[in-house]
């Protein structure tokens, strides 16, 4: 499974130098060590009680999941799977991180604020 961190800037500021980190493991504990091995944070912390946690936390079946409303996929209508398509959805410009359809190699090398850790 992939799990992303999405920094919530808690406290006015980003945590790392990657507002959204992507990682491979078999389950939350396993992605959360692997979090506070390479960055040496926990992604739990909340550094500010006002605006909440610093990073939402979500869990999906692969990395292309992961990205998909980012990239600007055709998702579906509980938002539960996509097609690798750009998306029809009036609404998805507001949702999309790039602002335009993207394959998923394209948005991995697109900006330097992602981070992808991929088991060994």
């Known amino acids: 499974m992939i799990v992303k961190y999405f920094d919530m800037n808690s406290g006015g500021f980003e945590k790392t130098d990657f507002k959204t980190v992507f990682i491979e493991a078999d389950n939350t504990v396993e992605s ?3 979090f506070t091995e390479n960055f040496n944070r ?3 912390n909340i ?3 006002c605006c909440g946690h610093d990073y939402a936390v979500s869990e ?3 990395l292309a999941n992961a990205t998909a409303a980012d990239r600007m996929c055709q998702m579906s209508e509980d938002w ?3 097609e690798e398509k750009p998306s029809t959805d009036e609404d998805a410009e507001y949702y999309s ?3 335009c359809y993207m394959t998923l190699p394209n948005y991995l090398n697109w900006s330097d604020d992602i981070k992808v ?3 060994s």
């Open 42 to 44: 926990d992604p739990n």
């Open 60 to 62: 999906y079946p692969s």
């Open 80 to 82: 539960q799977s996509f």
């Open 47 to 49: 550094s500010c009680t």
């Open 117 to 119: 850790i991929l088991k």
């Open 32 to 34: 959360d060590r692997i």
């Open 97 to 99: 991180k790039c602002k």
